[in-house]
């Protein structure tokens, strides 16, 4: 047996990850086009159902009974959900940052869509319109943050008060 010296062995190591991800990436090629025109035909079916206005999720306007008055205490609290999970994309304001600034979303959307909209974003990117659109722009995602029903609806009350300031 001979002595490798770690370069040596290094460059085997690299050689073999190299090898194993070029047979792994290669394989199954039919299986994985199946996937994608399922997922093609399971987004062309959700936008024929897709209601624009409302997005797509449990939120009715119905269902969230808003009124004029703004719940100040849950502002505040979104306005800390936001700074902890939301500022890294999002300004308050017009800017945008990854993602667009959220100053007069609540005149451009409805507060369903909003509530729909950060419960369930995976379920509407695909299909909504100006979601498509503003992807083009920024090429990131908004990820599924896992927030309550509460959460959200908290981090509503906040955009509400920062559209009204």
């Not at 025109?37 to 079916?45: I, R, W």
């Not at 449990?58 to 959900?81: C, P, Q, S």
């Not at 304001?93 to 369930?120: C, H, L, Q, Y």
Request: hydrophobic share 35%.
């Amino acid at each position: 047996m001979f002595y490798q010296t770690p370069s040596i062995m290094k460059k085997r190591i690299l050689f073999s990850l190299i090898a194993l991800s070029i047979l792994v990436g290669c394989g199954g090629n039919r299986e994985k086009s199946d996937d994608q025109e399922h997922a093609t035909n399971q987004v062309q079916s959700d936008a024929a159902f897709y209601d624009i206005h409302r997005g797509s999720g449990k939120w009715t306007a119905e269902k969230l009974n808003l009124n004029d008055n703004i719940n100040e205490a849950m502002a505040v609290e979104g306005e800390r959900i936001t700074n902890e999970k939301c500022s890294s994309c999002h300004k308050p304001n017009e800017d945008t940052k990854v993602g667009p600034g959220w100053k007069g979303v609540t005149s451009r959307r409805s507060a369903e869509w909003i509530m729909n909209f950060i419960t369930n974003p995976e379920g509407m990117i695909d299909v909504d319109p100006k979601l498509k659109a503003l992807w083009e722009q920024c090429y990131v995602r908004m990820p599924d943050l896992n927030l309550t029903d509460f959460q959200a609806r908290q981090i509503l009350e906040y955009l509400r008060k920062n559209d009204k300031s």
